[in-house]
């Protein structure tokens, strides 16, 4: 048996352990690595592992667009992670070193402005580091998949995902906060910010 990908392993975790009221039946193949895992006594812990994201999922934004709809506008990268809460790998995104003076970081799935280039310091992390978002363009979740209580943040405007923040870590910023942002889920706007801008 070819071993199924790792999304793929992930939705079927999401779609049994939410169907704890429906019978399996028999005519339903049970990939080896969900047997494994239900036969351990922490079968609980797969419904929090999953029930950040099915809470933020279920919020509304100003843009709503169907699955359909986001895939069409995205492209794979894109809609993984805005979409799906994916994360790029570490130092590899566009905006990692990408450090202007001037210019607004906008939401690549819906183009809302979400931080400023002065938001964005070197942390060293391996992602786009902000100590701040213009006020109101990302909102925050809870998030304990994987068992890590962390805070998600997700475009206010359409509900992509941005990334976490994390605060206290000690970075000489004014708010000791690091929005920790995937460059996919951005667009950088130079020109938005010659001769003042909107926001
Ligand atoms: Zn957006």
Known sequence: MRFPAFPTIVRTFYTLANATT?????????????TVLRSMPTLP???????????????????EKSENEWQAVLNKEQFRILRE????????????KH?????????AGCEAPLYKATHKFKSGCGWPA????????????????FGMARTEIVCSNCG?????????EGYPTPTDER??????SLTFKGDEAKGGSNV
């Open 22 to 34: 429906r019978p399996i039946s028999a005519s339903q193949r049970i990939v080896a690595p969900f």
């Open 45 to 63: 812990f797969l419904g929090s592992l999953f029930s950040s994201s099915a809470s933020s999922r279920n919020m509304t934004y100003p843009v």
């Open 85 to 96: 809460k994916g994360t790029e790998a570490p130092y590899t995104g566009t905006y990692d």
């Open 99 to 107: 450090m202007p003076s001037t210019g607004i970081y906008t939401c």
């Open 130 to 145: 902000y100590f701040d978002s213009i006020p109101g363009a990302v909102t925050r979740h809870t998030d304990s998949t």
């Open 160 to 168: 992509g995902h941005l990334g976490h923040v994390f605060k206290g």
């Open 179 to 184: 929005h920790c942002v995937n460059s996919i």
